[in-house]
């Protein structure tokens, strides 16, 4: 099996997502909108940092009606994401590294991700701050956070995005 194009948000145990986009969801596709679906694994940590809504779902333990739990949630779930989403977002995060803009959003159509980094402050230093929103549509599970990160992070970040646009760039 090919090795699938990786995409980890969070830095810690506290919340975390990992996105294995593993292919075209549709290869050889039906047309123009069927060839640029993908096919993706989404996993996602949480501890104490990480607020995760429940519903009815018992996460490592705890267990919540509609409630927020800050316990450790550990849930997995498969998504479809578009080619052109990651290929905006990786021009998006390029343009904010350069200064050009002061924030790159992964904002697909589809509930399953949303992702928007933003410069902190003056931004002389580089910093950012990205907010992150990972949803199960299937089953109601999600998890909110935000986390810090340094010029070096939002290369790193921006080079895994580049890989995930340049391997399954946007078909005509």
């Given amino acids: 099996m090919t090795e699938a194009a990786v995409l980890v948000l969070g830095r810690d145990e506290a919340a975390a997502v990992e996105v294995r ?3 075209r969801a549709h290869p050889g596709g ?3 909108f069927d060839d640029n679906w993908l096919f993706a694994q989404i996993a996602v940590r949480g501890g104490a940092a990480a607020r995760a809504r429940a519903t009815g779902a018992t996460e490592t333990g705890a267990r ?3 409630a927020t739990v800050t316990a450790a949630p550990r849930f997995r779930y498969h998504a479809f994401l578009r080619t052109s989403d990651f290929g905006r977002f990786a021009e998006r995060l390029t343009r904010l590294r350069d ?3 002061a924030r790159a959003r992964f904002w697909p159509r589809d509930p399953w ?3 928007v980094v933003a ?3 003056d ?3 580089g910093c950012c701050e990205v907010s992150v929103r990972a949803r199960d549509h299937g089953s109601e599970r999600a998890v909110r956070f935000r986390y810090a990160l340094d010029a070096s992070g939002l290369a790193q970040l921006a080079d895994q995005v580049d890989a995930i646009a340049s391997r399954f760039p ?3």
Avoid: E
Wanted: no cysteine.
């Fill in 21 to 23: 986009v593993w292919s």
């Fill in 99 to 101: 200064g050009a803009t």
């Fill in 123 to 125: 931004a002389a230093d």
């Fill in 30 to 32: 039906l047309g123009v």
């Fill in 170 to 172: 946007v078909r005509p």
């Fill in 119 to 121: 410069r902190d402050g």
């Fill in 64 to 66: 919540a009606t509609g």
């Fill in 113 to 115: 991700l949303a992702v």
